[in-house]
């Protein structure tokens, strides 16, 4: 809530997301989804059962990894295919650093960015 309740900018909200993007081309590595998605193959423990959990197709969800991999040039995350066990999917040690990070740097945004935004809607509530 951006204002109390009866002013103009009650049902407002200010939001943002953390991507990282390629120096020279500006195109994304790892958005939001990305990092979703890796956050849930941590703790779900396969692809399929992630992308599931995000309500997008197994196909969108290894390209999304394919294409974060290959610009990162190194492995996010490693298939192993079904036998009579089934197949699963884990982060690599490169992967479960990135999430770990990302989730400390989000927490500190997150904190951040509450601040500045209760300050910016108090200015323009005044």
Known sequence: MAGS???KYYD???D???DLKHKEDGNPILTEEHFE???NVGEVGSLMAAAEKM???YRKAWELV???EKTLAF???EKHRGGKDGGNSVLTA???RLIEAYKELRVEFDASVKRIVKDFFKKINE
């Open 75 to 77: 492995q996010l995350i």
């Open 94 to 96: 490169e992967g479960a």
């Open 16 to 18: 943002f997301s953390i």
């Open 66 to 68: 394919r294409q974060s």
């Open 12 to 14: 407002i909200f200010l």
């Open 37 to 39: 998605l890796l956050l």
């Open 5 to 7: 309740k009866g002013s």
């Open 55 to 57: 309500k997008i197709s």
